[in-house]
């Protein structure tokens, strides 16, 4: 909510990959660079200069130092990426490393290192010889001192990173969320969220910062609404000391200007809303009083919410490139392109990608022995058949596609569930060593062209790191791949006497009272009414709520019956609803047992309501035992 909680992270990773004055004096110098270290020891010597380090140490035989030896050290230019990627950049090298990742990319190439980057009390440490020897240096111990000693050249340039003004870059801004300013003077770019919706720049030095956000959506805004929403950014401490509305290039601009004695900070906050987005800008600058801004007043009002193609000088920062956006998720080390107003997800089951009306899933698990993915796709498509009516399931189709990572087959179909919107969906199947990947691309059909192209456009840029894949996953068995339909499980209680059997592949969760599950298109609820009579369970499930009434005056009125019906040996009730709206059908299976009653209620779509589902219904009934 505040500028400290969404940026502590930013300015804790950037500030230990940066060395501060450790190498004031030899950070100027060019030519052989000599480093001379110790695990253990705290002190390290560049080119015969000595200074005091976070210490390194050994692990897993890999020796791990402070990243800021080696940035400085060799002049090699440094960027942050989402708080955790951290690209160096040494002559025509380019080498990749992720806090918490064993995978290193060195011009493109996965390498795989025993240890990952940590961070140790404030400072980045990562495996020194895979880095230095992608710079052409050499790495050797010193039999009589006992050092590790590296050897090498300094980078031909060096830069510390942001923006680089001798390329003739006077402004900055972002072409997709359409804004722009001059560039800041003495600021360091730290930090891009993947959608642009912040950007953060600081000097470590001085403490003086600037952050950009954007806010979509933000609708229909009055000064009011705007000043509230700057405040929002506000430290608890900080006194509101000026507080106005300019007009700067025919804009609206609110202006909050606040003191933070606490940390002794200036803050200027700028607000503009333009085309349905608030564009805000947040500048500290240390200092007691209200001067402390007036150097920075060119750079706030150049802000603004255009940004000129046209304009060479004009440093473009946004990711976006064709018209899609870079994702990246380093936990499953998936790279892939997408449109930039999808938004990603990710947990234990796989990734998700979506938009408002197209998503995209990637899943992995393990190749058993003798499975292939032709036999995959197979299973796939005959459970497929099983599941859906064929008025509800068309064009089922079998192709190839050529990925990065290797040759996979699609399973193409379309589903409706009420025979007026269908969806399209491309499931590919995809194995590499002993893993599988499912990735599954929906759209609307009636974008059929546009949906294509961009599931085409995915799959030719995802970038699967398999090595890592296959060094960091172990054992993942997916459930409901080769499944035996016919197997059963019990469910019983003994507190309230009764038992039934289920299908294994349907999840859920069970208690002795109420349970729940599921085969991802039809559902069972179950419960245990206590202290009710039957009369009393069937008038509660007809009621109706206001919302409910009156969508059955608007739609075609819910068709209903009730039958005796035998349960576990007793005779009780069966209550049928047909709900248009849903194109469902909800079967309620009803029966008294030692002063409570036992409802098992079960909802089947039309378009899933196959012999073989309603026949696994009946038999759950069936098997219902009373005791």
């Not at 440094?78 to 380019?94: A, F, G, H, V």
């Not at 060195?106 to 990562?126: D, F, L, Q, R, Y």
């Not at 440093?315 to 080390?333: A, C, F, M, P, Q």
């Not at 009803?590 to 039309?606: P, Q, R, W």
């Amino acid at each position: 909510m505040k500028r400290t909680y969404l940026l502590l992270l930013a300015m804790l990773v950037f500030s230990t990959l940066l060395p501060g004055t450790l190498f004031a004096a030899t950070s100027s110098d060019a030519g052989a660079v000599e480093v001379r270290l110790k695990t253990g020891s705290s002190t390290v010597t560049i080119n015969g200069a000595k200074s005091t380090v976070q210490a390194p140490y050994e692990a897993s035989g890999t020796t791990m130092v402070p990243l800021s030896i080696i940035t400085k050290a060799f002049g090699a230019k440094l960027q942050l990426e989402d708080n955790k990627i951290i690209t160096l950049s040494y002559n025509d090298k380019k080498i990749v490393v992720t806090i918490g990742s064993k995978t290193v990319k060195v011009n493109g190439s996965n390498k795989t290192v025993a240890v990952a980057p940590v961070i140790v009390k404030g400072t980045t440490m990562v495996p020194v010889r895979v880095i230095v020897e992608a710079f052409g240096a050499s790495i050797s111990k010193d039999a009589a001192t006992k050092e590790i000693v590296i050897k090498g050249k300094r980078a031909e340039t060096t830069s510390s990173g942001g923006i680089n003004t001798d390329s003739g870059k006077t402004k900055v801004g972002d072409s997709y969320m359409g804004w722009s300013m001059n560039y800041p003077p003495g600021l360091a770019l730290i930090s891009q969220n993947d959608d642009g919706s912040m950007v953060y720049w600081a000097d470590t030095k001085t403490g003086n910062s600037l952050h950009v956000i954007i806010e979509d959506n933000a609708g229909e805004m009055s000064s009011s609404d705007i000043r509230e929403e700057l405040q929002y950014w506000m430290e608890s401490d900080e006194v509101l000391i000026d507080k106005r509305t300019l007009t700067i290039s025919g804009y609206s601009v609110e202006k909050l200007v606040t003191r933070s004695k606490e940390y002794g900070m200036m803050y200027e906050y700028r607000a503009i809303l333009h085309n349905d987005k608030l564009y805000m800008l947040i500048g500290g600058v240390v200092g007691k009083d209200r001067t402390a801004l007036e150097s920075y007043q060119n750079l706030f009002n150049s802000f603004l919410p255009v940004f000129d193609k046209t304009n060479k000088a004009l440093k473009d920062i946004s990711n976006v490139v064709d018209g899609l956006r870079t994702y990246h998720d380093e936990d499953y080390g998936v790279t892939l392109k997408l449109p930039p107003n999808w938004r990603s997800e990710s947990d234990e089951s796989g990734l998700f990608y979506y938009s408002n009306d197209e998503f995209f899933t990637l899943k992995i698990s393990s190749l058993l022995e003798g499975d292939t993915a032709d036999a995959w796709l197979q299973r796939k498509k005959a459970n497929l058949v099983a599941d859906f009516v064929p008025d509800y399931l068309r064009n089922v189709t079998t192709s190839e596609i050529k990925l990065q990572d290797g040759n996979a087959l699609v399973l193409s179909y379309e589903v409706s569930y009420d025979k007026k919107e269908w969806q399209h969906i491309n499931e590919v199947f995809l194995v590499v060593g002993d893993y599988r990947y499912q990735m599954t691309f929906y759209y609307d059909v009636k974008k059929a062209a546009e949906g294509e192209k961009l599931f085409l456009q995915s799959m030719t840029s995802i970038d699967i790191d398999t090595d890592f894949i296959s060094k960091e996953f172990g054992l993942i068995e997916d459930e409901s791949d080769m499944v035996d339909r016919s197997k059963k499980v019990v469910k019983k209680s003994s507190t309230y006497g009764y038992s039934f059997e289920l299908p294994a592949y349907w999840t859920g969760s069970f208690n002795e009272s109420n349970f729940f599950f599921s085969d991802d298109y039809n559902f069972m609820n179950g419960m245990v009414l206590m202290d009710r009579s039957m009369s009393e369970v069937i008038e509660l499930l007809a009621m109706k709520d206001e919302d409910e009434v009156a969508e059955e005056a608007a739609e075609e009125a819910v068709a209903s019956s009730e039958r005796e019906f035998a349960i576990g040996g007793k005779t009780g009730k069966l209550l049928t609803q047909y709900e248009p709206n849903y194109k469902s059908t909800y079967y309620s299976y009803l029966v008294e047992h030692k002063g409570n009653v036992l409802a098992l209620m079960f909802s089947i779509s039309d378009s899933n309501a196959t012999a073989d589902t309603l026949k696994r219904v009946e038999e759950i009934v069936k098997s219902v035992k009373l005791f």
